[in-house]
């Protein structure tokens, strides 16, 4: 998409977001948006960050790292969102490159992200994703275990996790389970809801989402 495309479509989400809040679930929690880059360059990432965007999510530590910190240094206010699975060779340079991890997905990620908090002396916001389709393919924590798995993090790592996230199956209807995420996270105790992408983010939003992560419909299709 052209320069000014990019920016009108931001201003568009922007709009739809600030209208479904009036409408939202959970009225005194403002959504945040999240610009997803990934397979996007400068180009396409300069307008936006021009127009005041400042949450921008990948999916991959190693595209992040090529693209990031050159703007970075540029718009020192930007905050980055890791919204793609974690391997644990990468939890390392992860965290130096990210300011939110969406994607704690297992016991071996937590461990080494609170090892790697400590040493890197890093406070990084935390979210854990939910399989909320108990999709065999999918990451993420299965429902029934989200409970255990916070207070794990809580009681033995010492990680404060302050949401869930979730991606809907694809042929599934999303409110069924923004509502399941919502109601997970309040058993759980946390108050962040990380959920809805270009096509649901408006629904996302009335169910409460803390955060919507909208690639597409700001940047145009990936190819
Ligand atoms: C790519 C991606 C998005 C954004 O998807 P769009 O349909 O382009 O808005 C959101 N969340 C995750 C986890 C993604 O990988």
Known sequence: M??????????????T????????LRPNISTQL????????????????QAGQQHFGENRVQEAAQKWPPLRAQFPELKLHLIGP???NKIAQALSLFDFIHTIDREKIARGIAREIKKQNKKPGLLVQVNTGCEPQKF???PNDVKSFIKFCKEELQLEIEGLMCIPPVDEEAALHFSLLAKLADEAGVQGLSMGMSGDYEKAVRFGASWVRVGTAIFGSRN
Request: aromatic share 4%; glycine share 2%.
């Open 2 to 15: 052209h320069f000014d495309q990019i920016t009108t479509a931001l201003e568009n989400v922007n709009t």
């Open 17 to 24: 977001i600030n209208h479904a809040q009036k409408k939202s």
């Open 34 to 49: 999240i610009a997803v880059s990934k397979t996007y360059k400068d180009v396409a990432i300069l307008p936006a960050l």
């Open 86 to 88: 974690l391997q644990s």
């Open 140 to 142: 993420g924590i299965e």
